[in-house]
């Protein structure tokens, strides 16, 4: 056993890997916020209609899918630090493709690229991210993905004012990549480096998700869904529904991904307090009420409470889903990768079955979708104790000694 001298610096080198996951995400997610505002341009620039930008968006996912199932065979071939290191510099720098695309058929190839390393990337960070959450014996993935969030917030911020200075996105995002691309292979550098065994069997290339990733991805699923539909409809249903005005109504959004933020940042505290489980299920509660008082609202306010209160309660349960499946089986990658490709195809499906369903009936009846899946939280939260600390709790001391050497 490890001295305490002798301990204390894995204890350090945790935090300062932590820090530097922590960067990653807020880069991953300036790579989003960066493309998101320059969609009217390269939507102008590659001359493609309404319809058909919406067919060439659905490339992102395909691509991620697609991709993201080999993110745990690269960092088997290369180790933890060098894979995160490759695919998010891949990642970064196929920021510039989509703005360079002068057609249709270019554009959806640049955004099936540009998915795929997102993919990839996003499942490399999140299995390093779990391993240092299991290490530290505290819950740290919520507000990792708050860090994604503010990167988010970050590249959506400055590409706003580069649109509003009327900048070619080719100068925006290639200027935008070479920076991100820089942080990234900076922050690289601090996270752990985890190899595997000399006899541990290479990961398949592709392969199904285990059952355990499924069940775990099912209530990602719920929360993705639910988290989808109220970002992308939230400002319709206040217009269309309740006839409040389009400032009001784009409120609704801001309202909802703003409680988003604010959970994600504080839910490492409340996991660590009640556990991923009690979270999860209090959280489903918390969305199923938002649901029900978007359905009922007789005035906008109320409805405006309700997407409030539905952010709020799926904010943290995409990251506790990850942190399971790390914990689910003995591959984390492969695990991360199976709920990972379950949630971005909820993200995905949402927004298109929103607008079907109230094709055929009504946006009310939609939401009322939303609910039963939010409810569908309460019901799921259990599948996470399995996987969760509760069931195997690791003291500080042994959480500061690596079980795979670097």
């Known amino acids: 056993m490890l001295s305490e001298p002798a301990a204390a610096p894995k204890l350090q080198e945790l935090k300062r890997a932590r820090i530097a996951v922590a960067v990653v995400f807020c880069v991953h997610g300036a790579v989003t916020g960066s493309f998101a505002t320059r969609i009217p341009w390269i939507q102008d620039h590659a001359g493609v209609s309404a319809g058909q930008l919406g067919l060439a968006l659905a490339f992102p996912a395909l691509g991620a899918s697609v991709a993201m199932p080999l993110a745990a065979a690269v960092s088997h071939r290369l180790g933890a630090r060098n894979a995160l290191r490759g695919l998010l510099a891949l990642w970064t720098l196929s920021l510039i493709l989509p703005s360079l ?35 530290l014996d505290r819950s740290i993935m919520s ?31 290639a200027l935008a990549a070479a920076a991100l691309t820089v942080f990234g292979l900076i922050a690289c550098q601090g996270v752990l480096d985890l190899r595997s065994a ?21 209530v990602g699923f719920c929360a993705v869904f639910a988290e989808g539909a109220s970002l992308d409809w939230s400002a319709v249903y206040l217009r ?28 490492d505290r409340i996991v660590d307090r009640f556990g991923p489980v009690r979270t999860v299920r209090t959280g489903g509660v918390l969305a199923t009420a938002g649901g029900l008082l978007v359905v009922a609202a007789p005035h906008p306010a109320l409805a405006m409470a309700g997407f409030g209160l539905i952010g709020l309660g799926v904010a943290v349960v995409v990251p506790l889903a990850f942190a399971a499946a790390g914990r689910s089986g003995p591959n984390p990658s492969q695990a991360i990768a199976g709920v990972a490709t379950i949630t971005y195809t909820s993200g995905l499906i949402a927004p298109s079955a929103i607008g079907a369903v109230a094709d055929v009936t009504s946006l009310v009846v939609s939401f009322g979708l939303v609910t039963a899946l939010a409810l569908g939280l309460v019901v799921g939260a259990g599948v996470l104790r399995s996987a969760g600390r509760e069931s195997a709790p690791v003291s500080p001391r042994d959480a500061a000694v690596p079980d795979r050497r670097p």
């Open 198 to 218: 000399p006899d541990e069997e290479a990961p398949p290339r592709f392969t199904l998700p285990p059952r355990s990733a499924l069940v775990i991805g099912a």
């Open 101 to 135: 695309a002068p057609n249709l058929v270019t554009l959806c190839l640049g955004l099936f690229v540009y998915g795929a390393t997102a993919g990839m990337s996003d499942v490399a960070m999140n299995a390093l991210g779990v391993e240092i959450e299991n290490r």
């Open 240 to 267: 269309d529904v309740m006839d409040t005005s389009a400032g009001l109504a784009a409120a609704s959004t801001t309202a909802f991904a703003l409680m988003m933020a604010i959970a994600r940042l504080a839910g």
């Open 143 to 173: 507000s990792l993905h708050g860090m994604w969030s503010a990167g988010a917030l970050i590249g959506s911020a400055v590409g706003t004012l580069a649109a509003h200075l009327g900048t070619d996105a080719r100068l925006h995002h």
